[in-house]
């Protein structure tokens, strides 16, 4: 492949917030949509599978081999703000935080929230990122992908986009996301937005372990009722397998005390399972996504 680097047998712990994850048998960072667009047509042109990540903070990566190609989006991250219109175009890899400074930099308005999210653009749809009643979804236009198997690349209208809660299309579809076009209300008032985006941030560093490395919430919430309570009032704050601990700060978050691994992590995902459900009759769905495990 021209003008590509991509390496054999990296570590991909390297590349998740909660800091474990096996080898990736080839691994590639583009720069650039171009590139990423090269890459995807050689792991199908090659037969390879094909595996997407992009901060890696909503993953959890078994200690296994990775066959075939590993891309990593973080790098992609070029965006074009238009402060007159509120038109936002960023590539996938665009960093949520950055996006959000930057938004509030150019008075556009609706992206503050965002601040919290260290994933990128790309991610963040794929999941459907939301806090409270606020989601990217809300902003979106239109998304670029290119089909992983016919290699056809087009735009899909937000319209014909069924976001649901944690849920998007793209997690049962062929489609990988290059790009995406939003829009912000434009000409608001930057210094009110950049306080505004200054305390989402610090009211999430209260109340999340940010300092630990994590992968946000474990779980999605049941309808009526938050993850979080269910497992505290359980008493499982604190709950520790091998160096994998439920965070003493939010009850929905599991953070990698320095030593733990993929196995740690699964092994008290379930044990939370399977104490919420004997002492609450309710089945936790996780929301962090899994590779390389029969989890399903
Ligand atoms: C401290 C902390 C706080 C968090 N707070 C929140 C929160 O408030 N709200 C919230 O919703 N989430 C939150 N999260 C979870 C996470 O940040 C979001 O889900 C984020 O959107 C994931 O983006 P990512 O780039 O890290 O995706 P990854 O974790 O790298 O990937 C997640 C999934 O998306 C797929 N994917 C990634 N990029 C693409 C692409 N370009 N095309 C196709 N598929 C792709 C991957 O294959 C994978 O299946 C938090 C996480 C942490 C660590």
Known sequence: MKNINFEKNIKLSNYTTIKVGGLAEYFSIPFNANDFIKLIKWSHLNKQECQIIGAGSNLLINNIFLKGLTICTKKMKTININSLSGIVEAEAGVMLPTMSNMLAKNGLQGGEWTVGIPGTVGGAIYMNASSGNLSLAKNLLSVKVINIKTLEIFDIPKKDINFQYRFSPFQQNNLIIISAKMFFEPQGNVKELLETTRKNLKSKTETQPYNLPSFGSIFKNPTNNYAGKLIE????????????????MHANFIVNSSTANSQDILDLITVIQQKVLQKKGIFLQPEVRMIGFDYS
């Open 233 to 248: 009032e359980l008493g499982l704050k604190g709950l520790k397998i091998g160096g994998a601990e439920v965070s003493t």
